[in-house]
Protein backbone atom coordinates (compact mmCIF):
# COMPACT_ATOMS: atom_id res chain seq x y z
CA UNK A 1 0.00 0.00 0.00
CA UNK A 2 1.25 3.41 -0.72
CA UNK A 3 2.55 5.80 2.12
CA UNK A 4 0.58 8.79 0.79
CA UNK A 5 -1.31 10.50 3.64
CA UNK A 6 -5.09 9.72 4.07
CA UNK A 7 -7.18 11.78 2.08
CA UNK A 8 -9.74 14.12 4.58
CA UNK A 9 -13.30 13.54 3.80
CA UNK A 10 -15.81 15.47 4.28
CA UNK A 11 -17.79 15.69 7.80
CA UNK A 12 -20.60 13.52 8.36
CA UNK A 13 -23.88 15.15 8.54
CA UNK A 14 -26.27 14.16 11.51
CA UNK A 15 -27.47 10.96 11.30
CA UNK A 16 -31.32 11.09 11.67
CA UNK A 17 -32.18 7.10 12.20
CA UNK A 18 -35.24 5.53 11.59
CA UNK A 19 -35.98 2.27 13.06
CA UNK A 20 -38.31 -1.29 12.00
CA UNK A 21 -40.57 -0.91 8.91
CA UNK A 22 -39.88 3.07 8.55
CA UNK A 23 -36.13 2.62 8.14
CA UNK A 24 -37.18 -0.18 4.86
CA UNK A 25 -40.15 2.22 3.91
CA UNK A 26 -37.60 5.29 4.26
CA UNK A 27 -33.85 4.52 3.74
CA UNK A 28 -31.68 5.53 1.31
CA UNK A 29 -28.23 3.89 2.41
CA UNK A 30 -26.95 2.64 -0.46
CA UNK A 31 -26.15 -0.74 2.14
CA UNK A 32 -29.54 -1.11 3.37
CA UNK A 33 -31.10 -0.93 -0.27
CA UNK A 34 -28.16 -3.38 -1.30
CA UNK A 35 -29.39 -5.92 1.37
CA UNK A 36 -33.00 -5.05 0.52
CA UNK A 37 -32.07 -6.38 -3.31
CA UNK A 38 -31.06 -9.19 -1.48
CA UNK A 39 -33.71 -10.44 0.37
CA UNK A 40 -35.93 -9.72 -2.65
CA UNK A 41 -33.80 -11.98 -4.88
CA UNK A 42 -33.61 -14.64 -2.17
CA UNK A 43 -37.28 -14.90 -1.70
CA UNK A 44 -37.90 -14.32 -5.24
CA UNK A 45 -35.35 -17.67 -5.67
CA UNK A 46 -37.24 -19.74 -3.69
CA UNK A 47 -40.26 -19.07 -5.55
CA UNK A 48 -38.99 -19.29 -9.15
CA UNK A 49 -36.83 -22.17 -7.78
CA UNK A 50 -40.09 -23.73 -6.15
CA UNK A 51 -41.49 -23.14 -10.32
CA UNK A 52 -38.68 -25.11 -11.91
CA UNK A 53 -39.41 -27.55 -9.37
CA UNK A 54 -43.08 -27.85 -10.46
CA UNK A 55 -41.78 -28.02 -14.03
CA UNK A 56 -39.25 -30.66 -13.45
CA UNK A 57 -41.90 -33.30 -11.56
CA UNK A 58 -44.77 -32.38 -14.27
CA UNK A 59 -41.91 -33.91 -17.08
CA UNK A 60 -40.77 -37.06 -14.26
CA UNK A 61 -44.23 -38.37 -14.19
CA UNK A 62 -45.01 -39.03 -18.39
CA UNK A 63 -46.95 -42.26 -17.01
CA UNK A 64 -50.33 -40.15 -17.16
CA UNK A 65 -49.80 -39.12 -21.01
CA UNK A 66 -48.81 -42.62 -21.81
CA UNK A 67 -51.86 -44.31 -20.34
CA UNK A 68 -54.13 -41.92 -21.97
CA UNK A 69 -52.85 -42.30 -25.56
CA UNK A 70 -52.82 -45.95 -24.91
CA UNK A 71 -56.70 -45.19 -23.94
CA UNK A 72 -57.55 -43.46 -27.49
CA UNK A 73 -55.63 -46.73 -29.15
CA UNK A 74 -57.85 -48.70 -27.32
CA UNK A 75 -61.01 -46.74 -28.23
CA UNK A 76 -61.89 -46.09 -24.49
CA UNK A 77 -61.05 -42.52 -24.77
CA UNK A 78 -61.71 -40.21 -27.70
CA UNK A 79 -58.36 -37.90 -29.17
CA UNK A 80 -60.79 -34.85 -28.54
CA UNK A 81 -61.11 -35.49 -24.69
CA UNK A 82 -57.18 -36.51 -24.53
CA UNK A 83 -56.42 -33.42 -26.32
CA UNK A 84 -58.90 -31.05 -24.07
CA UNK A 85 -56.99 -32.59 -20.80
CA UNK A 86 -53.65 -31.69 -21.93
CA UNK A 87 -53.37 -28.49 -24.55
CA UNK A 88 -56.48 -26.85 -22.69
CA UNK A 89 -55.97 -27.29 -18.70
CA UNK A 90 -52.65 -29.07 -18.15
CA UNK A 91 -50.70 -28.07 -21.00
CA UNK A 92 -51.81 -24.08 -20.51
CA UNK A 93 -50.84 -24.69 -16.54
CA UNK A 94 -47.50 -25.90 -17.33
CA UNK A 95 -47.04 -23.22 -19.37
CA UNK A 96 -47.72 -20.42 -17.28
CA UNK A 97 -45.40 -22.43 -15.28
CA UNK A 98 -42.50 -22.04 -17.73
CA UNK A 99 -43.22 -18.49 -18.70
CA UNK A 100 -43.28 -17.39 -14.72
CA UNK A 101 -40.20 -19.40 -14.20
CA UNK A 102 -38.28 -17.87 -16.55
CA UNK A 103 -39.95 -14.68 -16.45
CA UNK A 104 -39.32 -14.58 -12.20
CA UNK A 105 -35.57 -15.85 -12.88
CA UNK A 106 -34.48 -12.86 -15.07
CA UNK A 107 -36.12 -10.03 -13.79
CA UNK A 108 -36.39 -10.52 -9.88
CA UNK A 109 -33.58 -12.81 -9.03
CA UNK A 110 -30.42 -12.50 -11.54
CA UNK A 111 -30.59 -9.14 -12.03
CA UNK A 112 -31.94 -7.85 -8.81
CA UNK A 113 -28.92 -10.05 -7.24
CA UNK A 114 -26.12 -8.74 -8.64
CA UNK A 115 -27.90 -4.97 -8.21
CA UNK A 116 -27.65 -6.13 -4.71
CA UNK A 117 -23.93 -6.49 -4.31
CA UNK A 118 -23.32 -3.72 -6.82
CA UNK A 119 -25.20 -1.71 -4.34
CA UNK A 120 -23.56 -2.48 -1.55
CA UNK A 121 -20.13 -2.94 -2.64
CA UNK A 122 -19.32 -0.88 -5.36
CA UNK A 123 -19.86 3.04 -3.50
CA UNK A 124 -17.39 2.10 -1.28
CA UNK A 125 -14.40 -0.07 -3.62
CA UNK A 126 -14.37 3.65 -5.27
CA UNK A 127 -14.52 5.32 -1.79
CA UNK A 128 -17.84 7.21 -1.49
CA UNK A 129 -20.25 7.74 0.94
CA UNK A 130 -22.93 6.80 -0.99
CA UNK A 131 -24.11 6.73 -4.54
CA UNK A 132 -25.06 9.53 -6.53
CA UNK A 133 -28.77 9.79 -6.18
CA UNK A 134 -29.52 7.86 -2.95
CA UNK A 135 -33.13 8.82 -2.90
CA UNK A 136 -33.39 7.77 -6.88
CA UNK A 137 -31.77 4.44 -5.79
CA UNK A 138 -34.45 3.74 -3.29
CA UNK A 139 -37.28 4.45 -6.06
CA UNK A 140 -34.91 2.37 -8.53
CA UNK A 141 -35.67 -0.61 -5.76
CA UNK A 142 -39.35 0.10 -4.95
CA UNK A 143 -40.37 -0.02 -8.61
CA UNK A 144 -39.55 -4.20 -8.45
CA UNK A 145 -42.42 -4.54 -5.73
CA UNK A 146 -45.12 -3.79 -8.02
CA UNK A 147 -43.65 -5.53 -11.03
CA UNK A 148 -42.86 -9.03 -9.08
CA UNK A 149 -46.52 -8.49 -7.47
CA UNK A 150 -47.91 -7.80 -10.97
CA UNK A 151 -46.15 -11.27 -11.96
CA UNK A 152 -47.08 -13.48 -9.52
CA UNK A 153 -50.38 -11.99 -9.14
CA UNK A 154 -51.06 -12.83 -12.46
CA UNK A 155 -51.82 -16.31 -11.22
CA UNK A 156 -55.14 -15.51 -9.98
CA UNK A 157 -56.55 -13.32 -12.05
CA UNK A 158 -59.48 -14.89 -14.80
CA UNK A 159 -57.40 -17.57 -17.58
CA UNK A 160 -54.31 -17.33 -15.09
CA UNK A 161 -50.64 -16.07 -15.73
CA UNK A 162 -48.79 -15.46 -19.14
CA UNK A 163 -48.51 -18.80 -21.09
CA UNK A 164 -46.52 -17.43 -24.01
CA UNK A 165 -43.17 -18.01 -22.82
CA UNK A 166 -40.55 -15.73 -21.52
CA UNK A 167 -40.50 -14.36 -25.24
CA UNK A 168 -43.68 -13.64 -25.55
CA UNK A 169 -43.98 -13.91 -29.15
CA UNK A 170 -46.59 -13.10 -31.33
CA UNK A 171 -49.22 -14.32 -32.34
CA UNK A 172 -49.43 -16.55 -29.32
CA UNK A 173 -49.08 -13.64 -26.78
CA UNK A 174 -51.50 -11.91 -28.58
CA UNK A 175 -54.60 -14.64 -28.00
CA UNK A 176 -56.74 -13.49 -24.81
CA UNK A 177 -56.84 -9.95 -25.72
CA UNK A 178 -59.23 -8.83 -23.41
CA UNK A 179 -60.28 -12.30 -21.66
CA UNK A 180 -57.40 -12.78 -20.07
CA UNK A 181 -55.57 -10.10 -18.13
CA UNK A 182 -52.46 -12.09 -17.07
CA UNK A 183 -50.40 -11.78 -20.36
CA UNK A 184 -51.30 -7.44 -19.97
CA UNK A 185 -49.78 -7.91 -16.37
CA UNK A 186 -46.62 -9.57 -17.28
CA UNK A 187 -46.10 -6.78 -19.90
CA UNK A 188 -46.66 -4.06 -17.14
CA UNK A 189 -44.09 -6.15 -14.77
CA UNK A 190 -41.58 -6.20 -17.38
CA UNK A 191 -42.48 -1.97 -17.72
CA UNK A 192 -42.26 -1.49 -14.20
CA UNK A 193 -38.62 -3.90 -13.32
CA UNK A 194 -37.56 -2.04 -17.14
CA UNK A 195 -37.69 1.42 -15.50
CA UNK A 196 -35.81 0.15 -12.23
CA UNK A 197 -33.42 -1.09 -14.44
CA UNK A 198 -32.61 2.50 -16.27
CA UNK A 199 -32.36 4.36 -13.22
CA UNK A 200 -30.27 1.66 -11.49
CA UNK A 201 -28.35 1.88 -14.53
CA UNK A 202 -27.98 6.17 -14.57
CA UNK A 203 -27.16 6.03 -10.72
CA UNK A 204 -24.59 3.56 -10.95
CA UNK A 205 -22.86 5.73 -14.32
CA UNK A 206 -23.05 8.99 -11.97
CA UNK A 207 -21.42 7.39 -9.23
CA UNK A 208 -18.89 5.44 -10.98
CA UNK A 209 -17.63 8.45 -12.96
CA UNK A 210 -17.93 11.24 -10.64
CA UNK A 211 -17.72 9.75 -7.17
CA UNK A 212 -13.86 8.41 -7.50
CA UNK A 213 -12.23 8.94 -4.30
CA UNK A 214 -8.73 11.50 -5.12
CA UNK A 215 -6.55 9.30 -6.62
CA UNK A 216 -8.66 6.90 -8.27
CA UNK A 217 -8.14 6.79 -11.57
CA UNK A 218 -10.07 4.86 -14.67
CA UNK A 219 -6.64 2.62 -14.33
CA UNK A 220 -7.76 1.61 -11.15
CA UNK A 221 -11.27 1.09 -10.32
CA UNK A 222 -11.80 -2.87 -8.97
CA UNK A 223 -12.79 -4.89 -11.76
CA UNK A 224 -16.19 -5.46 -10.01
CA UNK A 225 -16.86 -1.57 -10.77
CA UNK A 226 -15.50 -1.51 -14.56
CA UNK A 227 -18.19 -4.13 -14.72
CA UNK A 228 -20.88 -2.72 -13.33
CA UNK A 229 -20.15 0.83 -15.22
CA UNK A 230 -19.79 -1.06 -18.16
CA UNK A 231 -23.41 -3.35 -17.54
CA UNK A 232 -24.84 -0.01 -16.81
CA UNK A 233 -24.18 1.29 -20.23
CA UNK A 234 -25.75 -2.20 -21.59
CA UNK A 235 -29.07 -1.36 -19.29
CA UNK A 236 -29.33 2.07 -20.55
CA UNK A 237 -29.14 1.37 -24.30
CA UNK A 238 -31.06 -1.31 -24.25
CA UNK A 239 -34.27 -1.48 -22.10
CA UNK A 240 -35.74 0.85 -23.54
CA UNK A 241 -35.79 -0.84 -26.58
CA UNK A 242 -37.39 -3.77 -24.77
CA UNK A 243 -39.91 -1.47 -23.52
CA UNK A 244 -41.07 -0.52 -27.27
CA UNK A 245 -41.60 -3.93 -28.02
CA UNK A 246 -43.61 -4.92 -24.90
CA UNK A 247 -45.85 -1.23 -25.78
CA UNK A 248 -46.71 -2.50 -29.27
CA UNK A 249 -48.06 -6.04 -27.85
CA UNK A 250 -49.50 -3.91 -25.26
CA UNK A 251 -51.54 -1.98 -27.99
CA UNK A 252 -52.13 -4.69 -29.97
CA UNK A 253 -53.70 -6.61 -27.37
CA UNK A 254 -55.87 -3.84 -26.23
CA UNK A 255 -56.09 -1.27 -28.60
CA UNK A 256 -56.62 -2.68 -31.80
CA UNK A 257 -53.54 -1.45 -33.43
CA UNK A 258 -51.72 -3.89 -35.88
CA UNK A 259 -47.83 -3.68 -35.31
CA UNK A 260 -47.37 -7.60 -35.17
CA UNK A 261 -50.37 -8.86 -35.75
CA UNK A 262 -50.29 -10.35 -39.15
CA UNK A 263 -54.27 -10.61 -39.82
CA UNK A 264 -53.90 -6.63 -39.51
CA UNK A 265 -51.41 -6.22 -41.77
CA UNK A 266 -48.36 -6.03 -38.98
CA UNK A 267 -45.37 -8.51 -38.80
CA UNK A 268 -44.47 -10.70 -35.75
CA UNK A 269 -41.21 -11.06 -36.38
CA UNK A 270 -40.51 -6.99 -36.20
CA UNK A 271 -41.63 -8.14 -32.36
CA UNK A 272 -38.47 -10.60 -32.75
CA UNK A 273 -35.77 -8.38 -33.71
CA UNK A 274 -36.54 -5.30 -31.04
CA UNK A 275 -37.14 -8.17 -28.49
CA UNK A 276 -34.10 -9.80 -28.97
CA UNK A 277 -31.68 -6.60 -29.77
CA UNK A 278 -32.47 -6.18 -25.82
CA UNK A 279 -32.38 -9.96 -24.58
CA UNK A 280 -29.03 -10.80 -26.12
CA UNK A 281 -27.24 -8.24 -24.19
CA UNK A 282 -29.77 -8.87 -21.32
CA UNK A 283 -27.78 -12.08 -21.07
CA UNK A 284 -24.48 -9.82 -20.45
CA UNK A 285 -26.57 -7.84 -17.89
CA UNK A 286 -27.19 -10.96 -15.86
CA UNK A 287 -23.26 -12.32 -16.27
CA UNK A 288 -20.93 -9.53 -16.70
CA UNK A 289 -21.23 -8.36 -13.21
CA UNK A 290 -20.51 -11.49 -12.26
CA UNK A 291 -17.33 -11.59 -13.86
CA UNK A 292 -16.32 -8.89 -12.29
CA UNK A 293 -17.12 -10.28 -8.79
CA UNK A 294 -15.11 -13.75 -10.19
CA UNK A 295 -12.52 -11.92 -10.91
CA UNK A 296 -12.13 -10.69 -7.03
CA UNK A 297 -12.74 -13.64 -5.59
CA UNK A 298 -10.33 -15.80 -7.71
CA UNK A 299 -7.40 -13.38 -7.23
CA UNK A 300 -7.95 -13.02 -3.52
CA UNK A 301 -7.62 -16.79 -2.61
CA UNK A 302 -5.19 -17.10 -5.43
CA UNK A 303 -2.95 -15.05 -3.47
CA UNK A 304 -2.08 -12.97 -6.55
CA UNK A 305 -3.93 -9.75 -8.43
CA UNK A 306 -5.87 -10.56 -11.21
CA UNK A 307 -3.49 -11.32 -14.15
CA UNK A 308 -3.78 -8.62 -17.57
CA UNK A 309 -6.09 -5.73 -15.70
CA UNK A 310 -6.87 -3.98 -19.07
CA UNK A 311 -7.01 -7.20 -20.70
CA UNK A 312 -10.08 -8.06 -18.99
CA UNK A 313 -11.58 -4.75 -18.62
CA UNK A 314 -10.80 -4.65 -22.59
CA UNK A 315 -12.83 -8.28 -22.68
CA UNK A 316 -15.43 -6.90 -21.02
CA UNK A 317 -16.33 -3.57 -22.72
CA UNK A 318 -15.80 -5.72 -26.06
CA UNK A 319 -18.85 -8.16 -24.80
CA UNK A 320 -20.73 -4.86 -24.27
CA UNK A 321 -20.01 -4.01 -27.71
CA UNK A 322 -20.80 -6.98 -29.63
CA UNK A 323 -23.61 -8.12 -27.68
CA UNK A 324 -25.96 -5.20 -29.50
CA UNK A 325 -24.56 -7.06 -33.00
CA UNK A 326 -25.58 -10.62 -32.64
CA UNK A 327 -28.94 -10.52 -31.75
CA UNK A 328 -30.63 -12.19 -34.77
CA UNK A 329 -28.41 -15.66 -34.26
CA UNK A 330 -31.55 -16.44 -32.08
CA UNK A 331 -33.86 -16.11 -35.45
CA UNK A 332 -32.29 -18.38 -37.50
CA UNK A 333 -35.43 -20.03 -38.26
CA UNK A 334 -37.55 -17.26 -39.39
CA UNK A 335 -36.52 -17.08 -43.05
CA UNK A 336 -33.61 -14.47 -42.78
CA UNK A 337 -31.36 -13.15 -45.96
CA UNK A 338 -28.40 -16.25 -46.26
CA UNK A 339 -26.55 -12.99 -46.13
CA UNK A 340 -27.77 -11.80 -42.72
CA UNK A 341 -27.85 -15.80 -41.95
CA UNK A 342 -24.08 -15.57 -42.73
CA UNK A 343 -23.01 -12.07 -40.78
CA UNK A 344 -24.81 -12.95 -37.31
CA UNK A 345 -23.11 -16.55 -37.31
CA UNK A 346 -19.95 -15.17 -37.81
CA UNK A 347 -20.50 -12.05 -35.48
CA UNK A 348 -21.62 -14.39 -32.82
CA UNK A 349 -18.29 -16.48 -33.71
CA UNK A 350 -16.31 -13.30 -32.76
CA UNK A 351 -17.95 -12.43 -29.37
CA UNK A 352 -16.38 -15.69 -28.23
CA UNK A 353 -12.85 -13.86 -28.23
CA UNK A 354 -12.80 -11.23 -25.26
CA UNK A 355 -14.60 -14.35 -23.40
CA UNK A 356 -11.77 -16.34 -24.10
CA UNK A 357 -9.61 -13.66 -23.01
CA UNK A 358 -11.64 -13.59 -19.35
CA UNK A 359 -11.27 -17.35 -19.26
CA UNK A 360 -7.53 -17.72 -19.82
CA UNK A 361 -7.09 -14.04 -18.07
CA UNK A 362 -8.97 -16.62 -14.79
CA UNK A 363 -6.81 -19.80 -15.65
CA UNK A 364 -3.63 -17.81 -15.54
CA UNK A 365 -4.48 -16.40 -12.21
CA UNK A 366 -4.87 -19.61 -10.59
CA UNK A 367 -1.32 -20.65 -12.27
CA UNK A 368 1.09 -20.35 -9.69
CA UNK A 369 -1.29 -18.84 -7.15
CA UNK A 370 -1.15 -20.09 -3.37
CA UNK A 371 -4.79 -21.51 -3.64
CA UNK A 372 -7.03 -21.14 -0.22
CA UNK A 373 -10.01 -23.53 -1.61
CA UNK A 374 -12.71 -21.70 0.46
CA UNK A 375 -16.48 -21.99 -0.05
CA UNK A 376 -16.01 -18.54 -2.38
CA UNK A 377 -13.64 -20.35 -4.34
CA UNK A 378 -15.65 -23.52 -5.07
CA UNK A 379 -18.36 -21.62 -6.12
CA UNK A 380 -16.03 -19.45 -8.44
CA UNK A 381 -14.36 -22.51 -9.98
CA UNK A 382 -17.61 -24.18 -10.26
CA UNK A 383 -18.63 -21.39 -12.28
CA UNK A 384 -16.36 -21.28 -14.66
CA UNK A 385 -15.84 -24.44 -15.81
CA UNK A 386 -19.74 -25.09 -15.98
CA UNK A 387 -19.90 -21.37 -18.23
CA UNK A 388 -16.96 -22.63 -20.25
CA UNK A 389 -19.22 -25.75 -21.16
CA UNK A 390 -22.26 -23.43 -22.19
CA UNK A 391 -20.10 -21.43 -24.24
CA UNK A 392 -19.36 -24.38 -26.11
CA UNK A 393 -23.29 -24.70 -26.59
CA UNK A 394 -23.66 -21.35 -27.74
CA UNK A 395 -20.85 -21.98 -30.30
CA UNK A 396 -22.56 -24.60 -32.11
CA UNK A 397 -26.01 -22.62 -32.02
CA UNK A 398 -24.33 -19.85 -33.46
CA UNK A 399 -23.51 -22.18 -36.39
CA UNK A 400 -26.56 -21.76 -38.94
CA UNK A 401 -26.97 -25.86 -39.79
CA UNK A 402 -26.72 -26.91 -36.38
CA UNK A 403 -29.12 -24.32 -35.25
CA UNK A 404 -32.00 -25.29 -37.62
CA UNK A 405 -31.51 -28.60 -36.39
CA UNK A 406 -31.82 -28.12 -32.50
CA UNK A 407 -33.66 -24.71 -32.74
CA UNK A 408 -36.30 -24.99 -30.05
CA UNK A 409 -34.82 -28.49 -28.37
CA UNK A 410 -33.82 -29.05 -24.82
CA UNK A 411 -30.48 -28.31 -26.21
CA UNK A 412 -31.18 -24.53 -26.36
CA UNK A 413 -32.86 -24.87 -22.43
CA UNK A 414 -29.43 -26.90 -21.24
CA UNK A 415 -27.00 -24.10 -23.03
CA UNK A 416 -28.57 -21.24 -21.05
CA UNK A 417 -28.99 -22.95 -18.08
CA UNK A 418 -25.21 -23.72 -17.92
CA UNK A 419 -24.60 -19.67 -18.90
CA UNK A 420 -26.98 -18.09 -16.56
CA UNK A 421 -27.59 -21.12 -13.42
CA UNK A 422 -24.00 -22.58 -13.95
CA UNK A 423 -22.38 -19.42 -14.19
CA UNK A 424 -24.33 -16.18 -13.62
CA UNK A 425 -26.20 -18.62 -10.23
CA UNK A 426 -22.82 -19.96 -9.26
CA UNK A 427 -21.29 -16.70 -8.99
CA UNK A 428 -24.26 -15.07 -6.97
CA UNK A 429 -23.61 -17.99 -4.51
CA UNK A 430 -19.78 -17.47 -4.72
CA UNK A 431 -20.52 -13.54 -3.90
CA UNK A 432 -22.48 -14.13 -0.87
CA UNK A 433 -20.05 -16.43 0.90
CA UNK A 434 -17.43 -13.80 -0.05
CA UNK A 435 -19.21 -10.63 1.36
CA UNK A 436 -21.49 -12.01 3.29
CA UNK A 437 -18.75 -11.23 6.49
CA UNK A 438 -18.55 -8.19 5.33
CA UNK A 439 -21.90 -7.36 5.04
CA UNK A 440 -23.27 -8.17 8.09
CA UNK A 441 -19.87 -9.18 10.44
CA UNK A 442 -20.86 -13.30 10.45
CA UNK A 443 -19.10 -15.99 7.94
CA UNK A 444 -21.53 -18.41 6.63
CA UNK A 445 -20.60 -22.27 7.13
CA UNK A 446 -17.85 -23.45 5.10
CA UNK A 447 -18.70 -27.00 6.02
CA UNK A 448 -22.10 -26.48 4.93
CA UNK A 449 -21.34 -24.21 2.22
CA UNK A 450 -18.83 -27.07 0.46
CA UNK A 451 -21.48 -29.00 0.71
CA UNK A 452 -23.83 -26.61 -1.16
CA UNK A 453 -21.02 -26.02 -3.61
CA UNK A 454 -20.90 -29.79 -4.31
CA UNK A 455 -24.51 -30.11 -4.61
CA UNK A 456 -24.98 -27.32 -7.01
CA UNK A 457 -22.10 -28.13 -9.08
CA UNK A 458 -22.78 -31.84 -9.89
CA UNK A 459 -26.52 -30.93 -9.80
CA UNK A 460 -26.28 -28.14 -12.34
CA UNK A 461 -23.75 -30.38 -14.41
CA UNK A 462 -25.89 -33.64 -14.35
CA UNK A 463 -29.41 -31.81 -15.18
CA UNK A 464 -28.91 -29.46 -18.17
CA UNK A 465 -25.60 -32.31 -19.45
CA UNK A 466 -28.31 -34.38 -20.00
CA UNK A 467 -30.64 -31.82 -21.64
CA UNK A 468 -27.92 -31.04 -24.05
CA UNK A 469 -28.05 -34.90 -25.02
CA UNK A 470 -31.82 -35.15 -25.03
CA UNK A 471 -32.19 -31.84 -27.43
CA UNK A 472 -29.63 -33.23 -29.73
CA UNK A 473 -31.17 -36.78 -30.21
CA UNK A 474 -34.58 -34.46 -30.95
CA UNK A 475 -36.69 -33.85 -27.74
CA UNK A 476 -38.54 -30.35 -27.92
CA UNK A 477 -38.53 -28.03 -24.90
CA UNK A 478 -42.29 -26.30 -24.01
CA UNK A 479 -44.05 -29.44 -24.18
CA UNK A 480 -45.60 -30.72 -21.15
CA UNK A 481 -44.32 -34.14 -21.20
CA UNK A 482 -41.14 -36.17 -23.10
CA UNK A 483 -41.75 -38.68 -25.33
CA UNK A 484 -40.85 -42.27 -23.75
CA UNK A 485 -37.65 -43.39 -25.08
CA UNK A 486 -35.99 -40.13 -23.26
CA UNK A 487 -37.62 -41.03 -19.52
CA UNK A 488 -34.77 -42.34 -18.04
CA UNK A 489 -32.79 -39.21 -19.48
CA UNK A 490 -35.56 -37.07 -17.87
CA UNK A 491 -35.14 -38.90 -14.44
CA UNK A 492 -31.20 -38.00 -14.71
CA UNK A 493 -32.38 -34.86 -15.60
CA UNK A 494 -35.20 -34.33 -12.61
CA UNK A 495 -32.10 -35.75 -10.48
CA UNK A 496 -29.93 -33.13 -11.28
CA UNK A 497 -32.35 -30.28 -10.41
CA UNK A 498 -32.98 -32.29 -7.26
CA UNK A 499 -29.19 -32.12 -6.05
CA UNK A 500 -28.93 -28.51 -7.14
CA UNK A 501 -32.17 -27.41 -5.19
CA UNK A 502 -31.08 -29.16 -2.31
CA UNK A 503 -27.97 -27.27 -2.70
CA UNK A 504 -29.86 -24.06 -3.00
CA UNK A 505 -31.77 -25.09 0.45
CA UNK A 506 -28.55 -25.47 2.04
CA UNK A 507 -27.73 -22.01 1.51
CA UNK A 508 -31.04 -20.30 2.54
CA UNK A 509 -30.57 -22.32 5.78
CA UNK A 510 -27.21 -21.24 6.59
CA UNK A 511 -28.03 -17.51 5.77
CA UNK A 512 -30.89 -17.72 8.57
CA UNK A 513 -28.87 -19.27 10.75
CA UNK A 514 -26.22 -17.04 10.34
CA UNK A 515 -28.65 -14.01 11.59
CA UNK A 516 -28.81 -15.85 14.82
CA UNK A 517 -24.90 -16.00 15.65
CA UNK A 518 -22.89 -13.75 17.33
CA UNK A 519 -20.58 -11.97 15.05
CA UNK A 520 -17.36 -13.70 14.28
CA UNK A 521 -15.83 -11.79 11.43
CA UNK A 522 -16.01 -8.35 12.67
CA UNK A 523 -12.14 -7.22 11.43
CA UNK A 524 -11.89 -5.45 8.42
CA UNK A 525 -10.28 -7.99 6.54
CA UNK A 526 -11.90 -11.49 7.35
CA UNK A 527 -10.70 -13.15 4.75
CA UNK A 528 -7.13 -11.71 5.28
CA UNK A 529 -7.21 -10.23 1.41
CA UNK A 530 -6.60 -6.37 1.90
CA UNK A 531 -2.83 -6.79 0.83
CA UNK A 532 -4.11 -8.39 -2.75
CA UNK A 533 -7.16 -6.97 -3.36
CA UNK A 534 -6.20 -3.34 -2.09
CA UNK A 535 -10.10 -2.64 -2.27
CA UNK A 536 -11.33 -0.21 0.04
CA UNK A 537 -14.37 -2.75 1.08
CA UNK A 538 -11.26 -4.88 3.81
CA UNK A 539 -10.18 -1.83 5.07
CA UNK A 540 -13.05 -0.82 7.09
CA UNK A 541 -15.24 -2.43 9.90
CA UNK A 542 -17.35 -5.33 8.82
CA UNK A 543 -19.88 -4.33 8.55
CA UNK A 544 -19.18 -0.90 7.74
CA UNK A 545 -20.45 2.19 9.23
CA UNK A 546 -23.00 4.36 8.01
CA UNK A 547 -21.02 6.67 6.54
CA UNK A 548 -18.47 4.11 5.08
CA UNK A 549 -15.22 6.09 5.46
CA UNK A 550 -14.59 8.97 8.59
CA UNK A 551 -11.42 9.11 6.27
CA UNK A 552 -10.81 7.33 3.21
CA UNK A 553 -7.64 5.13 2.50
CA UNK A 554 -4.85 6.13 0.33
CA UNK A 555 -4.90 4.89 -2.95
CA UNK A 556 -1.48 2.58 -4.45
CA UNK A 557 0.62 4.12 -7.00
CA UNK A 558 1.05 2.84 -10.17
CA UNK A 559 4.39 1.76 -9.82
CA UNK A 560 3.62 -0.20 -7.13
CA UNK A 561 1.62 -2.38 -8.54
CA UNK A 562 2.16 -5.44 -9.44
CA UNK A 563 2.97 -6.60 -13.20
CA UNK A 564 -0.46 -7.80 -15.07
CA UNK A 565 -2.70 -5.62 -12.06
Known sequence: MSTETPIEAAPMPPIKRHTGIMDILTTVDHKKIGMMYFWTALIMGLIGGGMAGAIRFQLATPGAVIENLQAVVAGTKTSEQVWALFSTAEGEKFNMMTTMHAS?????????????????????????????????????????????????????????????????????????????????????????????SILGAINFI???????????????????????????????????????????????????????????????????????????????????????????????????????????????????????????????????????????????????VPTGIKIFSWLATLWGGKIRFTTPMLFAIGAVSLFV?????????????????????????????????????????????????????????????????????????????????TGALGMARRVGFYREEFTHLNHITTLGYTLSAIGAVILFVSIVVSLFKKKNATSNDPWEINDIQQSFEWAIPSPPPPYNFETVPPIPVVDQMPKGH
Open 104 to 196: IMIFAVIIPAFAAFANYVVPIMIGARDMAFPKLNAFAFWLLIPAIILMSGSFFVEGGAASSGWTAYPPLSLQGAGVNPGQDMWILAVHFGGMS
Open 206 to 352: VTIANMRCKGMTWGKLPLLAWAVFITSIIQLMGTPVLGAAVTMLLFDRNFGTGFLDASRGGDPSLYQHIFWFYSHPAVYIMILPGFGALSHILASFSSKRIFGYFAMVAAIAAIAVLGFMVWAHHMFTIGMPTWMNAYFMVASYGIG
Open 389 to 469: LGGFGGLILATVPSDVQLHDTYFVVGHFHYTLVGGSVMIIFASTYFWWPKMTGRFLNETAGKICAAFMYFGILLAFGTMHY
